[in-house]
């Protein structure tokens, strides 16, 4: 795995977390236990904090930034899908962000929330807990049950550890 200082930033990587060797943490970047950064996502701490609570999966092909004045912040049990973007944002527990979706500054995905695939979810937006967020720009949508959420964080979390044990190069 690429995983580089910036300074006195170093990243913190709990020794459960699962990083992928095609992932790139660099700087600012705190992994919590059980966690998986899969091949190409990339998790940028130069400017601001980034922090991966317990048992989050981040993706392929994910970019994950922060600012000076918002940190991005992931809790426990959230998965964020394929190729999204979360910057200066706030992810509570057991929350999914879809695929290719965009997460900006200053909002606030409630625990056990919904952010559709390929959803933009703009600067400031609140999106309450159990509800969904759908649509360019995203439209907030009540009602909706997370429990699946947390069984495929799981799933992922036990996938990383698979990884650990059973990836090999060959080339």
């Not at 992810?91 to 995905?109: M, N, Q, T, Y």
């Not at 990383?160 to 090999?168: H, I």
Request: hydrophobic fraction near 40%.
């Amino acid at each position: 795995m690429a995983v580089y200082a910036l300074g006195d930033a170093v990243p913190v990587i709990d020794p459960s977390a699962y990083v992928h060797p095609d992932a790139t943490v660099i700087g600012s970047v705190t992994i919590g236990p059980g966690s998986t950064v899969w091949p190409s996502a990339v998790l940028r701490g130069d400017y601001g904090r980034i922090i991966i609570g317990a048992r989050s999966s981040i993706q392929d092909g994910t970019v994950i930034h922060a600012t000076d004045e918002y940190p991005t912040v992931v809790g426990d049990d959230c998965t964020v899908g394929h190729l999204a973007h979360l910057e200066g944002c706030v992810v509570e527990d057991g929350a999914l962000i879809g695929s290719g979706s965009i997460v900006l500054h200053k909002v606030r995905i409630g625990r056990g929330a919904l952010v559709g695939a390929g959803a933009v979810v703009v600067g400031g937006t609140q999106v309450p807990q159990r509800s969904r967020a759908l649509g360019i720009p995203a439209k907030v949508v009540p009602g909706h049950d997370p429990s699946t959420q947390l069984l495929g964080a799981s799933i992922y979390a036990a996938n990383g550890q698979r990884y650990r044990r059973e990836l090999r190069r060959i080339d």
